[in-house]
């Protein structure tokens, strides 16, 4: 945008007389004072630019001006704070690089740049050459180029190499004439651009990576807001730039406060985001092992009742039903509610009653020691209680077909449809299962995606979906489904691109284009690390109550005169809770139940020991 006045347009403005002394007493800035020659700081406002903005505080949109001159560049920004002070942040630099270094960090922490004003005329780096780089940063910011009169020549030809908006002849006195109406122009042609600040994390990944889809998932279950970028398209190459990364090792996390964090694991993810992953102690009177449904409600019931209650989960609090589009059949929510809510809601429940919720905590082992019950984390630390709750519920199954493992992550997902369903929109998807979690993603993700396809190997959805879903799938016309069919492999250089499906009646294939796969099969309990030590079925469900001593059997190697209790396992103290428990109804609300339940057992186990 270039208007009359100051304009590019009207070069044969005249030069305006000398600007402020540099040690004019009303110089504002005081940063010259204490800051290194060439360094930039904020001019008059809380911090400078490698200061993040107080913590909760909405920071002040930026104007930033760059001259090499201190004097001149003080009285720039003093002028400037006079006018513009109180609603944006002064910062001044005495360099190009030094200008650019802070507008990178600024970018980092997601604050806003309005303004960019510099001299033409500086050492090492000119102004336009300044400006063309800035512009990588902050392609909204509003540019503006302090110029001699000499120059003029200059300034329009930057106006082709770096959009200028304005250029300004020095000196500008007096400001109200010279220097304000520029400057409250180039803001009012950035306030109606879009310049929405983004405070929160910011995830810059690769569209494809298996990992940065595990990180988006991650955050996404913790209930972490976040802001996506794909490293290939402006936004997240300029953010990558801004971080120094060369975008070789994606993800990149960059923090509220700027810091960036180059493929960092999931526990080191939690601590920078405010997860608790460690203990506050080493004994406990409860320790709960699986953040699920079963999980949570044993932790609000334990804390709730007085019991010193942890929570220990390998991933993200609320298991299956965290990932579960919509359930509608919990009691008390007519309309239905998302897992995410549930789980929310769930988790603050349980810390209001002062439950300590760990996650990125993997559970590797558990002994019995006397009265105490030892819990192993995979990184060889433990910690003790009087009574564990086994609340691990299921994983999901893989599907072994030739290509599905190398695209795991790559197009082909496993339970978790929901932070994908924005990069099926328009695409066709297809989902294997005739469960009702396979119905739920159906109807979810055809709110995006062209068309969904449900590949189911029986002859038909009714035996294994509730009716109700089986009537909402029935009412999507973007909905098939495609009976008696599997997958016999998949292809895709990178991510999923084919399918080969077939036919299990007349063992005929075909190729379809297929970019998205999700797997909903059934799932197994993954309690190989509770093997030796408490009883489970043939498929590795823990058994507890009657039915540890089926068909009247006595146990062998149970120690006490009394009968296990309900949801006891074969260790006394131990109890078992939801979907891992042997012969469990496997929903929502049996597992909120059955963890309320263990919690009750716990306390007449405590009574009696
Ligand atoms: C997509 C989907 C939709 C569903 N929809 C419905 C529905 O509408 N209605 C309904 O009633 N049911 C529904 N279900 C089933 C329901 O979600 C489950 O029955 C319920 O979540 C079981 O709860 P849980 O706590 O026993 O186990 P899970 O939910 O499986 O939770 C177990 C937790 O333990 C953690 N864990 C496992 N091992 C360890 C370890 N060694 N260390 C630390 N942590 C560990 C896991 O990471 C997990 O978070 C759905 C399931 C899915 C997948």
Known sequence: MVSAGVSPSSPDRAPVTAPGAPDDPGATDGAGAQGAPGAAD?????????????????????????DDDPGVSRAVARDLRRKYGERHRIVRAESGDVALDALRQMKLRGEQVAVLLADYRMPGMNGIEFLEQAMDIYPGARRALLTAYADTGAAIDAINVVDLDYYLLKPWDPPEEKLYPVVDSLLEAWLASDHRPVPELKVVGHRWSARSSEVREFLARNQVPYRWYPADE?????????????????????????????????????????????????FYDLVVIGGGPAGLGA??????????????????TGGQAGQSSRIENYLGFPDGVSGAQLTDRARRQATKFGAELLTTRDVVGLEAHGPART????????????????????????????????????????????????????????????????????????????????????PSLRKSMSHYLIEQIERIPA??????????????????????????????????DAQWLFVFIGAAPLTGWLDGVVHRDERGFV??????????????????????????????????????????????????????????????YLERT
């Open 299 to 316: 932790a609000v019931y334990g804390a709730s009742e007085g019991l010193r209650t942890v929570l220990v989960e390998r991933t993200a």
């Open 375 to 458: 819990v192993r984390f995979s990184d060889g630390t433990a910690i003790s209680a009087h009574a564990v709750i086994l609340a691990t519920g299921v994983a999901y199954r893989q599907l072994a077909a030739p290509g599905l493992s190398e695209l795991t992550g790559l197009g082909v997902f496993y339970g978790s449809a929901l932070t994908e369903a924005t990069g099926c929109a328009d695409h066709d998807v297809y989902i294997v299962g005739g469960a009702n979690s396979a119905g739920q993603a159906a109807v979810y993700l055809a709110r995006a995606a062209r068309s969904v396809t449900i590949l189911v190997r029986g």
């Open 234 to 282: 402006a936004e997240g190459k300029r953010l990558l730039d801004a971080a120094s990364a060369d975008g070789l090792a994606l993800p990149v996390i960059i923090t509220p406060d700027g810091e960036a964090l180059v493929e960092p694991s999931d526990t080191e993810l939690a601590a920078r985001v405010g997860l608790p992953t460690t203990p506050s102690a080493e």
């Open 543 to 604: 058994l507890a109550g009657p039915d540890l001593t089926a068909e009247g059997k006595r146990l062998a190697d149970w120690p006490l005169d009394r009968p296990p209790y309900h949801l006891e396992t074969s260790v006394p103290g131990v109890f078992a809770a939801g979907d891992v428990r042997a012969e469990s109804a496997k929903r929502v609300a049996s597992a909120v139940g059955e963890g309320a339940m263990a919690v009750m057992l716990v306390h007449r």
């Open 479 to 512: 909905i098939t489904v495609r009976t008696c069919t599997e997958v016999a492999e998949a292809h895709g250089d990178g991510h999923l691109e084919r399918l080969t499906l077939r036919d299990s009646n007349t063992r005929s294939t075909e190729v379809v």
């Open 42 to 66: 904020g001019a008059g406002a809380a911090g400078g630019p490698g200061v993040p903005p107080a913590a909760g505080a909405q920071p002040k949109p930026v104007i930033l001006t760059v």
